[in-house]
């Protein structure tokens, strides 16, 4: 019997096997950042414990609050300096430098296929999008890694989503995943892995991949993988090409984390995309999905758009294909939010970001600040929020506001009609 990825990788990673069913792995790499990592420094500090596995293997950021808006962040953010300093992690990231986690670590090189990643974050799973076995988890379990370079968890289920058919102008990656939730529902990949396969994933960008697998825990999964390709060495090759003669070589060496055509699955999903949708959620699950020209009469007071999930540069490049020549509607304020440095320099190269200030938007530093309700564009109490981030649930961009997530294209459409719009009028 052949196995899947995610097996292979648990096979090739395991320390120990303590109770039936639990694996212990060896991690690749522990990422961090500053608003679950302080709280594993203190206890391992407590403990006498002050220690790191491999500083070469952890990376660590400063990204859901930066600059730090008060005192309680700037004092988060001052224990992360001071331990990277301590025990000399070279891939810290700090004001300046630093970008959202799940799109700086992957633009830096620091996933490969076969990997494991942890961190105290629960959409760690977008790296998933390279072929690596990668998981949010709690602050025990975070402090673990940090000190022993282990994790444990669950032997893995695997459930398979065969995405065929030909995606449709209009439609994005964001559609694709809020869909596959809308089946499987906030609980129905629970403990699970998905493994997301087909024409359509081969045919997408790792940007695109990584939205995939970035929401992939919407659906309550532990993990969401797709298979290590030609896309995915191309993606990695400035950061390899050392290590390899050339591209089909590494292809060669990437193709062994891939899951096997006898490989055993819990269950297989299959989704045509063919006649899909530009989609929007609505209510507070991501679950609840309606497509977007259902929802003409859902006024919105602010456009966002960024984060881990849609803050790449093929995202903003989409977003403003759908804005350019037009203008914010009335009342309605717009935030760009550029995921790293890098896609803001490349967006501020290609004449994006004019575009978007033409429009009217403002246009902020890398951060998470506003996808969890801390800094920059929080909701007021009965606000609506046309969002390209991941989560819905009540009161998660701040108390009594309303998100919708979409797409960057939807977003941008529906900033300029001032109601949640289907993009496909702008891009005709």
Aim: proline letters at 4%.
């Amino acid at each position: 019997m052949g196995k899947t990825i995610t097996e292979k990788i648990f096979d090739a990673h395991v320390r120990d096997r303590p109770f039936p069913g639990v694996t212990v792995l060896s991690l690749d790499v522990v990422l961090c950042h500053e608003i679950t990592t302080p709280t594993a420094i203190a206890d391992l500090v407590w403990r006498g414990k002050d220690r790191v596995f491999d500083a070469d293997r952890i990376k660590a950021v400063i990204d859901h609050v930066t600059p730090s808006k008060d005192s309680k962040s700037a004092t988060q953010a001052k224990i992360m300096r001071e331990w990277a300093r301590r025990h000399h992690i070279r891939d810290f990231f700090d004001v300046g430098s630093n970008g959202v986690c799940h799109a700086l670590f992957p633009e830096k090189g620091f996933i490969r296929p076969g990997y494991t990643v942890i961190m105290g974050d629960s959409h760690t799973c977008t790296h998933g999008a390279f072929g690596a076995f990668a998981a949010g988890v709690g602050t025990t379990d975070l402090e673990v890694g940090i000190l022993k370079g282990v994790c444990a968890f669950r032997e893995p289920r695997t459930i398979r989503v065969n995405i065929t058919g030909q995606k449709p102008a209009g439609v994005y990656a964001k559609d694709v995943i809020l869909e596959i939730i809308r089946r499987l529902t906030v609980n129905g990949a629970t403990d699970r892995v998905l493994e997301f396969r087909g024409a359509v994933v081969d045919a997408l960008s790792m940007e695109e991949r990584m939205t995939l697998s970035n929401m992939a825990v919407e659906a309550g999964a532990t993990s969401g993988l797709c298979m290590p390709d030609a896309v995915t060495v191309a993606y990695l090759w400035p950061h390899i090409k050392a290590e390899f003669p050339d591209q089909a070589a590494a292809l060669v060496s990437y193709e062994r984390w891939r899951s096997d055509d006898d490989a055993a699955y819990e269950s297989t999903m299959e989704i045509d995309v063919s006649a899909l949708v530009p989609l929007a959620t609505v209510g507070y699950k991501p679950d609840q999905v309606k497509a977007a020209s259902e929802l003409t009469a859902v006024r919105i007071d602010q456009v966002y758009i960024g984060s881990c999930t849609n803050g790449r540069i093929s995202d903003l490049r989409e977003a403003a294909r759908v804005t350019k020549g037009h203008r914010l509607a009335e009342g309605v304020r717009g935030i760009i939010c550029p995921a790293t440095p890098q896609v803001f320099r490349d967006a501020m190269r290609e004449g994006l970001l004019e575009v978007f200030m033409d429009a009217g938007y403002c246009v902020t530093n890398p951060t998470c600040g506003a996808c969890l309700g801390m800094s920059n564009g929080v909701l007021a109490e009965g606000e609506v929020c046309a969002s390209t981030t991941n989560r819905n649930f009540n009161g998660r961009m701040g108390k009594g506001g309303m998100v919708h997530l979409m797409s960057p294209a939807t977003a941008a459409a529906s900033g300029i009609t001032g109601h949640i719009t289907d993009p496909r009028e702008f891009l005709t």
